[in-house]
């Protein structure tokens, strides 16, 4: 018989305090029956839960492999939301959203370049630009769903059309321009025309901000029963809203009419459109910037970027010009016009050395600040511009070239009958006159045209010969050319080919009549003898200053030997005859303690409109000191109506501007008394 097994004994844990092995019993709890033998055995009773400290758990950690693949899952799942977005604005939805943001749309504006200055030989400022105001306007604010009234346009255009000088209709129209949200109403206004904008459209803008006014546009455009209007009241409407302002430059001239004929003017866009600021546009304008920004309903948005280019400023030019001479010769040219009753007239001053032009004045001239009382033909700079016949002042160049071929000497003897029988006219002096016996220097200070042709026709074998001669001389000289200086509106004048010259020309050329020149030309001329010979191509640059502040020097005039030093100095001492000498007709041109060499002129006028001859001509043409030079100043006035002698008209002008400019430049008295060659001589 085998032994009942005996259930296994539940291990109790050890409690605290007590020794290990030991098990927790308490008095009280009763001990279990043991199983009597041949009986099964009992199961014991379940045990009451004790009372004691809670089970220790154990922390199981999860694989970090699933954590990263639902955040790579997550973030795969966001960028692709993303990538869908952008797909769609700029693929899908690109034209709607273009078109949705016309309301915050960049604007491209010009940035305007400092034009450079316009400065005299001492810096004076002739020319320069100072700060101004574009008026701008953008017509898409105009429309009657934007600005709440029908008429927009007509009620800006009438508060605007006195300040800017504009009429009602221009304004209204460039206002309706359609399809565009920029327009130009009035370029380059001055801070006070743009204060005057100013104050109204601040004005307007706060009679339009109260409570009335923004329930008025709340019910513009609803439907009758819901209370709405077709437009607001005139009063809590303000046109001017769309008005925007744009920082601009505007040329002005400090020294109003000084000069203006050098000068010239810029046109209403900034570009210049006469004289020198046509002829250095491109050095003077610089070259302009550009600013990219946002702006909504006219106004700028700071906030919402952009970009600028900045403009590079115009180069300064620095004149040859003496601003006092050039004052004395505008004087002096101006009130001798009015005296004499005449058209026009104009003076030239030139270094004879340099070939610079320190003066070039013009009468009737203008003033380049105000263009609107300017007539057309006074815009223009007559002195380069007007082409005439010299008359006179043109025997320099004959004599020259007789004495330069040494085909006849200042002491030859000529005789010199009152009318001449050449080809198919008769010729004759200004005035009638017995047989006059002369030397050559005789002819020039009487101005004899008789005695010119009788010298002239020696200059070759033949007349076809001589006129050659002649033609390469005159050419010498310049005549038919342009001067070099490149003024707009230049004209070279006019000289025919010898082997055109018909029979008269061949014979009036020499004293000054078939052939034309303009003013400088024929100063040039005279400075060519003054300089011992030698041309030198004017100019009326000194230097130019660039961008960067360095000046650099205009280069010298170009050089060319015209005739022998000898020849200059004789032509010289005979041009003292002509003021010097009590039979000259240049003795109003006498200064005293100065030597003085000239020529008077005076020759019939060819009117330009009728291309036939038509009043006269008078000038006077001369350099001082004569024994050692320095200045050259011509005078020339076109149709005088009170006299019309070159001596009696411009030998005055002549002496008032000499005495000027030798004072300014500190010339010295001469040192020696003229010559005085012989006029007459007996055969």
């Given amino acids: ?70 955040v790579t899952v997550a973030l795969a799942l966001v960028f692709s939301v993303f990538a869908g977005r952008l797909i769609q604005l700029q693929l899908l939805d690109s034209d709607a959203l273009a ?17 450079g200055s316009i400065t005299s030989s001492d810096g004076f400022a002739l020319a320069t630009t100072v700060d101004a105001y574009d008026i701008t306007a953008d017509p898409s604010l105009y429309p009657a769903e934007k600005s709440f009234v029908p008429d927009a346009p007509e009620q800006a255009a009438a508060l605007l059309a006195p300040i800017l000088n504009r009429t009602k209709e221009q304004l209204t129209a460039a206002l309706r321009t359609p399809k565009t949200k920029w327009v130009m109403l009035a370029p380059r206004q001055s801070p006070e025309t743009k204060k005057q904008i100013t104050d109204l459209k601040a004005t307007l803008a706060k ?47 400090p020294a109003g009419g000084l000069a203006a004929n050098l000068l010239g003017y810029v046109n209403v866009d900034g570009t210049g459109t006469g004289g020198l600021e046509k002829q250095f546009q491109d050095e003077l304008a610089g070259k302009p910037g550009r600013s990219t920004y946002a702006q909504v ?35 002096a040219i101006t009130d001798q016009v009015a005296n004499a009753g005449a058209e026009k007239g104009y003076v030239i001053v030139q270094d004879v050395k340099t070939g610079q032009i320190l003066a070039m004045a013009a009468s009737p001239g203008f003033d380049p600040n105000d263009l609107s009382r300017a007539k057309p033909e006074q815009l223009g700079n007559a002195a380069v511009g007007d082409a005439f016949e010299p008359g006179s002042t043109a025997k320099l160049m004959t004599m020259a ?20 029988q050449r080809s198919d006219r008769v010729f ?40 050659k001669v002649l033609a390469d001389y005159l050419g010498r000289f310049g005549i038919g050319q342009a001067t070099g200086l490149g003024f707009p509106g230049e004209t070279k004048g006019i000289l025919a080919k010898p082997e055109a010259w018909n029979g008269s ?26 300089n011992g010979g030698v041309r030198v191509t004017p100019g009326l ?61 005076t020759a019939n006028r060819v009117d330009p409109k009728t291309g036939k001859y038509n009043g006269y001509t008078a000038s006077f043409i001369g350099f001082a000191p004569a024994d050692q030079p320095r200045v050259t100043v011509s005078c020339v006035i076109q149709d005088p109506k009170n006299g019309h002698f070159g001596g009696q008209l411009c030998g005055p002008v002549f002496k008032q501007v000499m005495e000027f400019t030798l004072k300014t430049l500190r010339v010295a008295p001469s040192g020696s008394e003229a010559p005085n060659l012989p006029v007459e001589r007996k055969p």
């Avoid at 915050?104 to 370049?113: G, K, M, R």
């Avoid at 085909?407 to 003897?413: E, G, K, M």
């Avoid at 009036?508 to 003013?519: C, D, E, K, M, Y």
Wanted: proline share 11%; aromatic share 4%; net charge positive.
């Fill in 1 to 70: 018989m085998s032994t009942p097994r005996q259930p296994p004994r539940r291990p109790v844990r050890p409690q605290p305090g007590r020794a290990p092995g030991r098990p927790a019993r308490p008095a009280d709890r009763p001990r279990a029956p043991r199983p009597r033998a041949g009986e099964p055995p009992r199961r014991p009773a379940p045990r009451r839960p004790q009372p004691g400290p809670p089970p220790v758990r154990t922390i199981k950690l999860g694989d970090p492999r699933r954590r990263l693949r639902l």
């Fill in 99 to 115: 078109a949705a943001a016309g309301a915050n749309q960049y604007t491209e504006a010009v940035l305007s370049a400092d034009r």
């Fill in 207 to 253: 009679q339009a901000d109260t409570a009335v006014c923004r329930a008025q546009r709340k019910l513009v455009g609803k439907p009758a029963e819901q209370g709405g209007r077709p437009s607001v009241d005139n009063v809590c409407a303000n046109p001017l809203a769309g008005i925007i302002y744009q920082d601009s430059k505007r040329r002005v001239y």
């Fill in 297 to 331: 309903n006219g106004r700028m948005v700071p906030t919402a970027g952009g970009s600028q280019q900045s403009p590079v400023e115009g180069t300064d030019l620095r004149l040859t010009v003496d601003r006092d001479i050039q004052w004395a010769a505008q004087r």
């Fill in 401 to 420: 070239a007789v004495l330069d071929t040494g085909t006849a000497a200042w002491d030859t003897y000529v005789e010199v009958p009152n009318t001449l």
């Fill in 428 to 467: 004759h002096d200004d005035i009638d006159h017995p047989t006059w016996h002369l030397t050559l220097a005789g002819v020039l200070a009487k101005s004899s045209n008789i005695g010119t042709i009788l010298a002239a026709e020696h200059l070759g074998k033949s007349q076809p010969e001589s006129n």
């Fill in 505 to 530: 020309q061949q014979y009036t050329i020499p004293f000054g009549q078939g052939l034309s020149v303009n003013a400088l030309q024929a100063t040039s001329v005279f400075s060519t003898i003054a």
């Fill in 541 to 601: 640059v000194a230097g130019t200053t660039g961008p960067d502040g360095k000046y650099l020097p205009a280069g010298p005039g170009k050089e060319t030997r015209v005739v022998k030093p000898e020849t200059a100095k004789t032509l010289t001492e005979m041009l003292e005859s002509v003021v010097s000498d009590e039979q000259g007709t240049g003795a109003k041109a006498k200064i005293e303690g100065y030597r003085v060499a000239g020529k008077t002129g």
